[in-house]
């Protein structure tokens, strides 16, 4: 039986990673490593918690001595890494988090793998899950390819793009059979309501003001979670070593016109009158060096390993809603303790 580690798989899109493997993969063990941070929640995994191919650690990939002993214990034979501090704003209030995760625990990861595998690769993998933020901003046309230079901008990016470096660099180096791919932004369920989506169904859900950095007029490239998911199965089972690949849903949406068409959403599915939660938008101070646009050119990963995404935006955006509206005590447990200070410290001073 093979022996997969995912790391983060209690996070958004680790949990429908963890939740994929576990169930397409009876002859594989997956152990999901997860510290539980505020974005971390074993409710994402319930429906398989059970299975006789699952177990969960809680653990910090920070602590060094521990992961030592946990790969000594359990020679994986792949890594799948995703535990990460993901929120571009965070990174900004407090980015030491986010250079001790992000680039100290993959770090840490990377020894340990290269450590119990000794030189012996043979059906070895260690996959990192990047982001496309890495990249920097586009200015009004082109995409991101997978050898556009990286020009990282807030702490989260730069902190990601240190990370892919040294992932690289024990390819490079040690031989360390790496592959890594960059993504662009998700949307589904289980999404952490800090982030533009699920931050805006829940305000809407309680007539909350919309809070819309600058003008809006930012664009990103939107991607439901489980063709991410799906994308991350056709990877780590390809024979590639040392390759890159881009992920993206060819799905380009300024902020303003996303918004607006998740607030009509909204006003159906709730059976408000249309026009009633446009009226909660509120544009506010905007995000420091908030980048323009990203859009990634995915066709390295379509031609070469036959992915492609599987979801219409307007349908995902549909069963995304439903999905909130249908789990209202995920969300009300997610936001209550701390988020309601983080609210308070992020948006009471916009
Ligand atoms: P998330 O914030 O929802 O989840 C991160 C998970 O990592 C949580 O379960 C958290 O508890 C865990 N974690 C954090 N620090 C840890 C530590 N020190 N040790 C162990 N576990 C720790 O993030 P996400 O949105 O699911 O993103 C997952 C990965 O995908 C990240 O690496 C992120 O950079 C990347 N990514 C995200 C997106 C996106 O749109 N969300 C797009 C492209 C790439
Ligand atoms: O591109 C991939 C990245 O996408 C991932 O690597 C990150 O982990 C993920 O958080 C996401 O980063 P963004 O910064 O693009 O996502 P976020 O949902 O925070 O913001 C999306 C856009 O919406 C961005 O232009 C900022 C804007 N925004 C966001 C929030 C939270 C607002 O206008 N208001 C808000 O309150």
């Not at 046309?141 to 902190?159: C, I, K, L, N």
């Not at 793009?161 to 949307?187: F, K, M």
């Not at 909350?208 to 991410?228: E, S, T």
């Not at 509206?325 to 009471?348: A, F, I, R």
Request: hydrophobic residues 35%; glycine residues 8%.
């Amino acid at each position: 039986m093979k022996k997969i580690l995912i790391t983060g798989g209690a996070g958004f899109i680790g949990s429908h990673v963890v939740r994929l493997f576990v169930n397409k993969y009876p002859d594989y063990h997956i152990y999901n490593l997860d510290k539980l941070t505020y974005a971390g929640n074993l409710e994402n995994l319930k429906d398989i918690q059970d299975k006789p191919n699952y177990t969960f650690i809680k653990g910090d990939i920070v602590d060094n001595d521990f992961i030592q002993k946990l790969f000594e214990e359990y020679r994986f034979d792949g890594v799948i890494h995703l535990a990460a501090e993901s929120h571009v704003d965070r990174s900004i209030t407090n980015p030491m988090e986010f250079i001790m995760t992000n680039i100290v625990g993959t770090v840490n990861l990377l020894n340990a793998a290269k450590y119990i595998w000794k030189n012996d690769f043979e059906n070895k993998r260690f996959y990192h899950i990047s982001t496309d933020e890495v990249y920097g901003s586009l200015g009004e046309t082109g995409y991101f390819y997978e050898d556009t230079a990286y020009d990282p901008h807030s702490p989260y990016s730069a902190s990601k793009a240190s990370s892919d470096h040294l992932v690289r660099a024990y390819h490079d180096t040690y031989g360390l059979p790496v592959i890594i791919s960059n993504c662009s932004n998700n949307y589904g369920p289980n999404q952490f309501p800090e982030k533009l989506i699920p931050l805006f169904i829940n305000n809407i859900r309680s007539n909350k003001p919309l809070p819309v950095y600058g003008k809006g007029v930012n664009v990103r490239d939107w991607l439901y979670v489980v063709d991410h998911a799906r994308a991350i199965d056709v990877i780590y089972h390809s024979d590639k070593v040392g390759e890159t690949y881009n992920i993206g849903g060819h799905n380009e949406w300024k902020n303003i016109d996303l918004i607006k068409v998740l607030c009509k959403v909204m006003d159906k599915k709730l059976g408000r009158p249309e026009g009633t939660s446009e009226k909660l938008i509120t544009y506010v101070t905007d995000r420091a060096g908030h980048d323009l646009r990203y859009a990634i050119d995915s066709s390295k990963l379509q031609q070469e390993l036959g992915w492609k995404p599987s979801l219409q935006f307007e349908e995902g955006i549909e069963k995304t809603v439903d999905w909130y509206l249908e789990n209202q005590e995920w969300l009300d447990n997610v936001t209550s303790g701390n988020y309601q200070k983080y609210y308070e410290d992020m948006y009471g001073r916009r």
